[in-house]
């Protein structure tokens, strides 16, 4: 009996596509109803899209092959039968998009910081890079040399903050925001639990006054109120200013995530450590920040691309973002009525970004649970 | 008669919200004395070996370690710490370090030793609890018993000179149990000093030198070990022990 036992293979799980069709799309018959309509629905939608978006599109030339320069070029302007989307003005404004009013002469810059961030980023994102080490100690001191390069000062012509737009006013924000208010979101959400009564409410004040108030406000805030708190003479400039009020709201919400991680670790874990006579700070270092932080990965990614999404907000202290450059551009006459392809075109470049950070929690998810039995009973 | 005791608890009291867990406590354990404290759940046993390390804190009385006395003061909670090691009912292993990081991550940050000697240390008391070849794997992947081991590695990688046992084998299954009494049988032959909580009869009547029974937050009965089970004085012990060797 054992031997057969040892030998005998669990059954398969499916007998090939026919099978998994069979089960999964044509179980019974409201089942098999709804996947012909289904079926239908894309047969309808898939064909048309494709026809708009690239097909019958205009890219650079319209189908007389002029090259387009106004909304009155595009084909779908001058013969509507004829014509999907015209994606020329993407293609004329798309310095705009993605560096703003950066001076040409500079915009080497832009893109060498665009190369470095992802050179910050790769240690950050694959724990298994040879030579992490030195790539990390490079994203260390990858915001200083960011700040000089996008900025100016050592030797770089300066490039005022107003200049700056497009998917770089995007980026600055998002990643400062994020990466800012994830040590501060910690401490917050420590000072939160902690046992001394002035710190533990500061804390609790500071977060449910920040959560309690729309962004909007804060970003209004940081326009109008910041500057009166700073000495006279000091000028703070206006993305400086915005980046606060972004980073203090991300950080409420990201320490009352890290405080939900940091309610599910067992009391065993702060008396097993304390037993081993470590201080609270390296406790929560050590043992209770990398578990609490671990479950709170979904919930981190959340906030973090709802932040990335409502730095749009910034349109309305003046701040031109990839949505601003977009608005602006619907805005000229020469390019008046192109709403579909220039809102279609933003919503893609969010997607792309937030869809990379949803798939990578998950591929971290993944990776951090293999081998690790959470419930350590 | 307390300069040779290693810890000393005199009138101890302590209340969570009106329950009076302990209740005048004194206990004197002196170097190297094997101490098995039993008694019905809720009779605050563990709250008392808690007390010792400070992981509860008493309201009255007062608590020696080592010739330090437990007080707000946090240096004193500290030095008392290194000095006691603790194994607890389930465990406590840290589930995001593997076995031997967990038993090398107090040398390394609290005693700043160097990492490979603690490497060193850490097979070592893995040797004695006789599980080298686990350093590798997580705590999740290892059996009750096994974990339970580890955190005896764990502790006694500081080199404390007292340890202290919290039910370290009430949530094992029965096959597992010797296992850990193995390890703490031989750890209590090499002169250990040790205050275990626990039912295990068989393990008391080998390696105490002294019994101690509480019941409702009261030390009722100190013995020796062949007078606890042969001839207890009160009616209560008799009662507890009459359960629990029916068992």
């Not at chain 1, 980073?247 to 409420?252: H, R, V």
């Not at chain 1, 809102?343 to 993944?366: A, N, Q, W």
């Not at chain 2, 010739?67 to 000095?83: A, M, Q």
Request: charged residues 20%.
């Amino acid at each position: 009996m054992n031997e057969m036992n040892a030998v005998r293979k669990p059954p398969v799980a499916t007998t090939g596509i026919i099978g998994w069709l069979r089960i999964n799309l044509f179980f019974n018959w409201t089942n098999s109803l709804i996947t012909l309509f289904v079926v239908y629905c894309l047969y309808q939608f898939i064909p048309w899209i494709l026809d708009w978006t690239i097909f019958s599109a205009d890219f650079k030339y319209n189908y007389l092959g002029e090259q387009i320069t106004n909304q009155e070029m595009c084909s779908r302007n001058l013969d509507p039968e004829n014509g999907g989307a015209c994606w020329a003005v993407i293609y004329v404004r798309f310095y705009q998009f993605i560096y703003g009013f950066y001076p040409k002469v500079e915009v080497w810059r832009v893109n060498l910081a665009y190369i470095m961030l992802a050179f910050a980023l790769l240690p950050l994102l694959y724990a298994k890079l040879p030579y992490r080490k030195y790539f990390l100690y490079f994203t260390y001191i990858f915001p200083v040399i960011a700040y000089f390069l996008l900025n100016g000062g050592l030797g770089f012509t300066e490039v005022s903050t107003n200049k700056w737009g497009g998917l770089l006013v995007t980026l600055v924000l998002g990643c400062t925001g994020i990466a800012l208010a994830f040590p501060i979101g910690i401490m917050l959400a420590l000072g939160r639990r902690s046992k001394l009564p002035v710190i533990s409410m500061m804390c609790t004040l500071f977060i449910e006054f920040i959560r309690g108030v729309p962004l909007i406000t804060l970003l209004f805030f940081g326009m109008v109120m910041l500057p009166l708190f700073l000495p006279e003479g000091i000028d703070m400039d206006g993305l400086v200013r915005v980046l606060v009020a972004v980073t203090l709201f991300q950080s409420a919400y990201m320490a009352e995530v890290i405080r939900g991680g940091l309610q599910a670790i067992p009391p065993g874990q702060y008396e097993a450590a304390k037993s081993l006579g470590m201080s609270y700070w390296r406790m929560n270092l050590l043992i209770i920040l990398p578990q609490a932080i671990r479950i709170s990965i979904p919930p981190i990614v959340n906030t973090s691309i709802g932040l990335f999404k409502d730095t749009t907000l910034v349109i309305i202290v003046g701040i031109l973002d990839l949505l601003g450059i977009g608005r602006g551009t619907l805005a000229d006459t020469n390019w008046l009525g192109l709403s579909y392809e220039i809102y279609f075109f933003v919503s893609l470049v969010f997607f792309i970004f937030t869809f990379g950070m949803s798939r990578y929690s998950l591929y971290l998810e993944k990776k951090l649970k293999t081998g690790i039995n959470m419930g350590a009973d | 008669m307390s300069e040779e005791s290693i810890i000393s608890l005199k009138n101890v009291n302590k209340w969570f919200g009106d329950f009076h867990v302990l209740q005048d406590v004194n206990l004197e354990v002196k170097k190297k004395e094997r101490i098995v404290v039993c008694g019905p759940s809720g009779s605050g046993k563990s709250t008392m070996i808690r007390c010792i390390n400070r992981l509860e804190e008493h309201q009255e009385g007062s608590i020696v370690v080592d010739g330090i006395e437990l007080t707000g003061n946090l240096k004193n909670i500290d030095n008392v710490r290194k000095e006691v090691g603790m194994v607890f009912q389930q465990f406590n292993l840290f589930p995001h370090l593997s076995v031997k990081e967990n038993i090398t991550l107090a040398p390394i940050w609290v005693k700043k030793m160097p990492k490979a000697e603690a490497e060193e240390l850490a097979m070592r008391q893995l040797e004695i609890v006789k599980i080298p070849e686990q350093a590798n794997k997580y705590p999740g992947q290892l059996s009750g018993g096994q974990q339970q081991r580890v955190a005896i590695a764990r502790s006694l990688a500081m080199n404390p000179n007292i340890m202290l046992f919290d039910e370290p084998t009430s949530a094992l299954d029965p096959e597992m149990i010797k296992e850990v009494l193995d390890v703490m049988v031989d750890l209590a032959n090499g002169g250990m000093t040790m205050i275990v909580v626990t039912h295990e009869m068989g393990f008391a009547k080998t390696v105490a030198d002294r019994m101690v029974f509480m019941d409702e937050g009261k030390i009722v009965e100190e013995a020796s070990p062949d007078k606890f089970f042969n001839n207890p004085e009160s009616d209560r012990t008799k009662l507890f022990l009459s359960q629990i060797l029916h068992q």
